[in-house]
């Protein structure tokens, strides 16, 4: 007589089967989603892996779908040699310096120009234009794209002879990110307890002092998003500083639009260029990233 062993009973195998499923289903979804993240990785990547391996080929190279170095093809740095040590050594510093000092200044200015204005906005009440509409208004003036109000812009940097002047082009970009500081900064003061506040103005703290002392250290995440967001938009803007720059005032994106001639475009040179400008915001982004995550205000406030 045969006795069934303890896999064949109905009520064990009705128990464990399911178990052994719902394992394996979770085990296939881990891997389905890690081959997704993998190859929307590579997918984000590639561009940038295109655009260095573009920058250290030879100009005949560019034209064939090279992919490995040292396999493909050769890798040369006579581009980068060119860019950084030779002829156009000189231009290249000024764009970089340019690039710099102008995402710099104008991302500083919107900060401390549009954190008072949101922190007026959140915690005082106008009666004659409300607080609504005039953020409504804010929120139009970031919305108008650059090239609308290029012409006018001209004018008057012309007008008062700052055509071609770095100074120009950071008072033009910090016009256009204080709207969004604006909106950006308001959010986080909305979000502090007020009771903070009148406990400043009790000891005899005035508004600006609380302003200082009280408000702007808890909203510390909020001012290294928006001035982050700033300084990635004074970084790229191109527009502006192709319209009003020509010799002095020139940028990493200004250089970008001229790896062009007669003959074709200088793949290699554009891939330079574009590399180099990647690398200033990327050691940004690395070095105060632990202050973008907001919860940090939050945890800060209500601890």
């Avoid at 064949?8 to 997704?36: N, Q, T």
């Avoid at 290249?92 to 340019?98: F, K, P, W």
């Avoid at 979000?191 to 903070?196: A, G, N, S």
């Avoid at 001012?223 to 319209?243: D, G, K, P, R, Y």
């Amino acid at each position: 007589m045969d006795i069934p062993n303890d896999d064949d009973r109905p009520g064990l195998r009705l128990h464990i089967l399911p178990e052994e499923g719902a394992k394996a289903m979770r085990g296939l979804w881990r891997w389905a989603v890690s081959l997704f993240l993998l190859a929307f990785a590579a997918f984000t990547v590639f561009p940038i892996y295109w655009m260095l391996i573009t920058s250290i080929k030879a100009p005949l190279d560019t034209t064939k779908p090279t992919l490995i170095p040292f396999v493909d093809f050769t890798p040369t740095l006579r581009t980068w040699y060119e860019l950084l040590v030779g002829l156009k050594s000189y231009e290249t510093r000024r764009a970089l310096v340019n690039s710099v000092v102008i995402a710099l200044s104008s991302s500083t200015i919107s900060v401390l120009l549009g954190s008072m204005a949101g922190y007026g906005l959140s915690k005082f009440r106008f009666e004659r234009w409300k607080n609504r509409d005039i953020m409504s208004f804010i929120l139009t003036q970031r919305m108008l794209p650059p090239i609308v109000a290029l012409v006018p812009l001209f004018i008057m940097m012309h007008w008062v002879r700052m055509v071609d002047n770095v100074v120009s082009i950071i008072l033009i970009h910090s016009a256009f990110n204080i709207p969004f500081v604006v909106w950006i900064m308001k959010d986080f003061f909305d979000e502090l307890p007020p009771e903070l506040e009148e406990a400043g103005l009790v000891d005899g703290l005035s508004h600006l002092a609380v302003f200082r002392y009280i408000v702007l250290p808890l909203s510390k995440p909020g001012l290294m998003v928006s001035w982050i967001f700033s300084f990635a938009f004074s970084w790229n803007e191109f527009i502006t500083v192709l319209s009003l720059a020509y010799t002095k005032a020139i940028t990493l994106t200004w250089l970008i639009s001229t790896g062009h001639h007669a003959r074709a475009l200088e793949w290699w040179t554009i891939s330079a260029y574009g590399t180099l400008s990647i690398i200033p915001p990327m050691l940004f982004a690395v070095t105060i990233q632990r202050y973008i995550v907001r919860g940090l205000t939050l945890g800060a406030v209500k601890g």
